[in-house]
């Protein structure tokens, strides 16, 4: 995994990187089950005053690389348990780019490839009994029951054509829009749909600015909260069904197809650095579990810095 880091980041920096975010999920920051932690490294580079059809926009080019684990709540028993498992032992490995447009209208879209690993080769394993050890915590076991290696390719589509603000005074303001998203491949296939709202001390258009404003890169300053709600159609999770064209894992599980999803948090944003907070609630995903709006949560911190 360290070197899959290393490797690139090397590659992201022959680009004119102008901000780099490192991203870390955990469901209570000190615990395990189910969506268990997940980190993401991200470089953006930025182009501005661009035109099509008469549409001025901004183009942000995203570089990523991104480890999530899954585990059962009863991550600290042996594999000869593994009746007692509520969901498998899932590693997942991430890479790609993306690329997203923010137009004059504050409409956007994003398109994007990510090359995906479920399995050993995930180092999801090797990344959580690391932490483990080294923190004093319980030594996970059963990572070798996770599901089966399997590789694949998922193209990323977004789009928001539907955005309103409100002004509340010279510095407060509130607004919304209404997101689509689809996530197409082979180990992850899915949908979502959902709205977005923030209320504070905001900038336009709705991700950034253009450079030259006030000789200064993003400015002024942000100060905002953020909720979410929506929904998430799931056609094929290879987290929790293994693989979709010949499963051979240990332990698969059956899942409700429709996921509720809600988020709530913060963004604070002064000079050269953001930082955002969130809280993920969730609906019931596994089948053998009663179903609930908020059966599961994780939080998110979000560190970037601008240059």
Not at 41 to 54: A, G
Not at 55 to 76: A, H, R, S
Request: overall charge negative; aromatic content about 20%.
């Amino acid at each position: 995994m360290k070197k899959l880091v290393i490797y690139f980041a090397i590659i992201c920096l022959t680009y004119s990187l102008e901000t780099a975010t490192f991203i870390l999920d955990n469901d209570m920051l000190f615990s395990d089950k189910w969506y268990t932690n997940g980190m993401e490294v991200k470089y953006d580079d930025y182009f501005f005053n661009k035109e099509k059809n008469s549409l001025k926009y901004n183009e942000k080019d995203t570089y990523l690389i991104g480890q999530k684990m899954f585990v059962p709540t009863t991550f600290y028993k042996s594999s000869e348990y593994i009746d007692t498992y509520d969901r498998p032992f899932a590693g997942y490995l991430y890479f790609g780019k993306l690329k997203e447009k923010y137009y004059e209208n504050s409409n956007y879209t994003k398109k994007g490839l990510l090359v995906e690993i479920i399995g050993s080769k995930s180092f999801a394993a090797d990344a959580q009994e690391y932490h483990h050890e080294n923190f004093g915590m319980t030594t996970p076991r059963g990572w070798d029951t996770q599901i089966e290696d399997i590789y694949g390719l998922a193209y990323i589509y977004e789009r928001s054509n539907n955005y309103k603000e409100y002004k509340i005074d010279d510095n407060i303001s509130f607004d919304e829009r209404l997101v689509t998203g689809l996530h197409m491949g082979n180990v992850m296939f899915y949908g979502e749909l959902y709205g977005a709202f923030r209320f504070g001390k905001i900038n336009k258009p709705y991700e950034f600015k253009g450079r030259e404003e006030e000789g200064g890169f993003f400015s002024p300053d942000e100060l905002y909260m953020i909720a979410e709600g929506g929904v998430m159609a799931k056609v094929h999770d290879s987290t929790l069904e293994g693989d979709w064209f010949g499963d051979n894992s240990p332990l698969t599980v059956d899942y409700y197809p429709l996921l509720a999803t809600n988020k709530i948090g913060v963004v604070s944003r002064w000079n050269n650095f953001q930082f955002d907070y969130e809280l993920a609630i969730q609906s019931t995903e596994i089948k053998s579990r009663k179903w609930s709006m908020n059966d599961f949560k994780y939080h998110t911190l979000k560190f970037t810095y601008i240059w």
